[in-house]
């Protein structure tokens, strides 16, 4: 059911819906979330202690290369950790996601391999007394050739990316 609601709140997103809006059935979504780094259809799922590295098709639907294992330097206390992930091969995008109770936020790093400015759709899984809630968040482009940070003051589970297009500017935030 979360794996649903995750992938409605970002077909939601991709659409313009408004929350209460029927929205179209997810693609080969499953009735419970399951932990894994993976494509659902056109929806990019990435875990917590994960990387994706992907490249984009003609429609901007990410195509999933490899899934990693690792930290990002940023997520834990200075010096506590060695960021574990290299640059991806240019033409292809990695994202990460982790962090950490001593900073109280999760952070998501991604690469971007492209020769230019590229945004995406994202929504959240996020643990909240006990229970995991999903929650659309908003983004900003990533620079071609460059890293971005999306930090949230909570433990986020997973996120899903969706609708990569190549931003207008390297400022646009959605």
């Not at 992938?7 to 029927?22: C, D, E, F, I, S």
């Not at 979330?33 to 992907?54: C, M, S």
Request: aromatic residues 6%.
């Amino acid at each position: 059911m979360i794996a649903s609601l995750l992938t409605l709140l970002l077909v939601a997103a991709q659409t313009g819906a408004q929350a209460g809006a029927p929205a179209a059935a997810p693609t080969g979504g499953s009735a419970a979330f399951q932990p894994v780094t993976k494509l659902d259809g056109p929806i990019l799922q990435v875990v917590f202690g994960e990387r994706a590295v992907v490249r984009l098709g003609d429609k901007g639907q990410p195509q999933l290369d490899k899934v990693e294992k690792g930290k990002l330097a940023i997520a834990h206390p200075v010096g506590s950790v060695q960021e574990t992930f290299a640059k991806p091969e240019a033409g292809q995008i990695a994202i990460a996601l982790d962090g950490s109770a001593e900073k109280k936020a999760s952070y998501l790093k991604v690469w971007n391999g492209l020769d230019y400015p590229v945004i995406y759709k994202a929504g959240v899984l996020v643990l909240v007394g006990g229970k995991l809630e999903p929650a659309q968040v908003r983004v900003c482009a990533v620079p071609a050739g460059a890293t971005h940070y999306e930090t949230w003051p909570r433990p986020v589970v997973a996120v899903a990316l969706g609708s990569f297009t190549k931003a207008a500017n390297d400022k646009v935030c959605e």
